[in-house]
T-cell receptor, first 111, second 116 residues
Framework: GDSVTQMEGPVTLSEEAFLTINCTYTATGYPSLFWYVQYPGEGLQLLLKATKADDKGSNKGFEATYRKETTSFHLEKGSVQVSDSAVYFCALARGAQKLVFGQGTRLTINP | SQTIHQWPATLVQPVGSPLSLECTVE??????LYWYRQAAGRGLQLLFY??????ISSEVPQNLSASRPQDRQFILSSKKLLLSDSGFYLC???????????????FGQGTRLTVV
């Protein structure tokens, strides 16, 4: 079945560091790919998405490129801030009905 | 604009007691509705989804059930809670996609359930 694998957390970085959170997926066909973010005590918010190969999703300085050849959708940000501390979820949707999430990566940014 | 309401925000229940969590969506019609659970230190697990009134698909066999009595209302229930039911429960909705479009989901604030 469809699945998403994220890099193990937690990830701890200093402010202004470069961030990469790896995400790979297994799915037949051409899924849409998403990154969601969960701030402490809150529900999930959509951060960015890409719906076809080579698309780049971007939002709030974060970027991820849909790589079909490597079945990946890695999240990157050039300079992280303390306010970026959260749990990040990679997800895919194939077909009309449901999202499949990875296990989440907890990110902590120290000032 | 569309909004999703989920309550209560926190809940502490004894083992063996019943459970009812409610979720309602405003500003849209005929949405797809979802219940997810996030256990401590783990990812999101899809529990149930619904494409219409009375239509429930269960992803994981367990101690929980779901119902959709109205178009924009989704209820998560249990007759007798177990310790393992503790977790963070998230309701979500997604628009019906056109043709081959894939759906995305919009989440409520979540309910933290502690079974003691």
């Amino acid at each position: 079945g469809d699945s998403v694998t994220q890099m193990e957390g937690p990830v701890t970085l200093s402010e202004e560091a470069f961030l990469t959170i790896n995400c790979t997926y297994t799915a037949t066909g051409y899924p849409s790919l998403f990154w969601y973010v969960q701030y402490p005590g809150e529900g999930l918010q959509l951060l960015l998405k890409a719906t076809k190969a080579d698309d780049k999703g971007s939002n709030k300085g974060f970027e991820a490129t849909y790589r079909k050849e490597t079945t990946s959708f890695h999240l990157e940000k050039g300079s992280v801030q303390v306010s970026d501390s959260a749990v990040y979820f990679c997800a895919l949707a194939r077909g009309a009905q449901k999202l499949v999430f990875g296990q989440g990566t907890r990110l902590t940014i120290n000032p | 604009s569309q909004t999703i309401h989920q309550w209560p925000a926190t809940l502490v229940q004894p083992v063996g007691s019943p459970l009812s969590l409610e979720c309602t969506v405003e500003g849209t019609s005929n949405p797809n509705l979802y219940w997810y659970r996030q256990a401590a230190g783990r990812g999101l697990q899809l529990l149930f989804y619904s494409v219409g009134i009375g239509q429930i698909s269960s992803e994981v066999p367990q101690n929980l059930s779901a119902s959709r009595p109205q178009d924009r209302q989704f209820i998560l229930s249990s007759k007798k809670l177990l310790l393992s039911d503790s977790g963070f429960y998230l309701c979500a909705w997604g628009p019906k996609p056109f043709a081959s479009q894939n759906t995305e989901a919009f989440f409520g604030q979540g309910t933290r359930l502690t079974v003691v």
